[in-house]
Each structure stands twice: as structure tokens, then as C-alpha cells.
């Protein structure tokens, strides 16, 4: 594995191998209005978390955005929101990746899939990773492997690997069912 030294060159490798290469070959918004960017609420904001150090690229923040902070995968974790549109170049990388998601275990190699938090948003996701590009999921699978080749970037992946399976255990494990 080619190893970044930072956590932030790796952030801004898996930014760049994804900055242009989409789910489809098409804009894949036109089938669905863009649903994965539309929020809730009357601002329309919708969320997405950001990698370690993926702030410092929101400065100054571009119009719309707004960062706070968000624990739920890592104790300084920060979600960014949107409007529901923005300038290419301004997408965080979990927008450039969606609905595809990196999975990493504790001491494990990184496994790209798709997202299973996209199932009630993204109508790609019935096709499969057979329906998206080849050019896309090449691009985030190399940038998998960046992405758990650096310290931070790797934490990261774990802790969010984690939150996931928790999200969407099953139903019927010990303490999901109140
Ligand atoms: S929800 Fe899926 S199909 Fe729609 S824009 Fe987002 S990634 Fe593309
Ligand atoms: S940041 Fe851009 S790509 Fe991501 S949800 Fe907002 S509008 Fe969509």
C-alpha cells in the first residue's frame, strides 16, 4: 500500500481521485432531484460528517454551509450542512463517496460498499455496485486504501465503520427493541 504521511495528504488524495468521477456517467441528480443533497426542515439543510482536518478546507466557509459539531463518530467530529446545492470543487468527501461508504475493521483492510444509509434517499442502491460506474468505484476504492493507510483518516473509518453497524443492526439484537 502507498502510505500518505498525514492524515491530511491522505484527505486531500481521496478528495482528488474522487473529484471527478460520479456514480454515473450521467448526473445521476436528474433521477432523483438531487434527493441525497435535499434536507429536512425549511432551510432544506442536509448533513454529512467530515473526515480529520476536512474543516480547514471550509475557511472561508462558502455560501450556505454551516459547520457544527457532531460526536456521534468521533468525540470532535464535525458535520458540515449545506443548502442543497453547491460548487463541485466545495463537495466534503463523504458527498464525493455517497452512496458509496469505506468499511474497516480494527486491524483489517478497508471494503468498499454501499452505504446503507443510502437506501432510503439514493434509487441507485436496488442495482447494486454493479449499477455504478467502474471509473467511480475505482476511484473510491483507491481512495479506500488511502484513506487506511494514515493514522487519523484510518480512526476515522473504524469509528465509522462502527456507527453504521450500529445504526443498522438487526432489529432483533439484544437491546435495539425498547
Ligand atoms: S441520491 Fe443517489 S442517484 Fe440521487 S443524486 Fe444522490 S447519489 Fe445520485
Ligand atoms: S454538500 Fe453539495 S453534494 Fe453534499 S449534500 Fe450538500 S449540496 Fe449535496
Redesign the pocket.
Known sequence: MNTPETTFGALEKARALLSNPTPLHQDCGHLCG?S??RGEGAENR?G?LLYPGEETLYVPLPEGFAITRDTSVMPEGRL?T?R???FRG???LA?RLFPLAVFLEEGGEPTLALDPRAWPVCPLMPSGMDGLSPEFVGAAAEAAQVLAGAPGTREFLIRQTAHIRWLHRPLWESGAVS
Do not use: I, K
Open positions: 438531487a441525497c443533497c442536509g454529512m458540515l449545506c442543497g446545492s453547491c466545495d463537495r466534503p458527498c
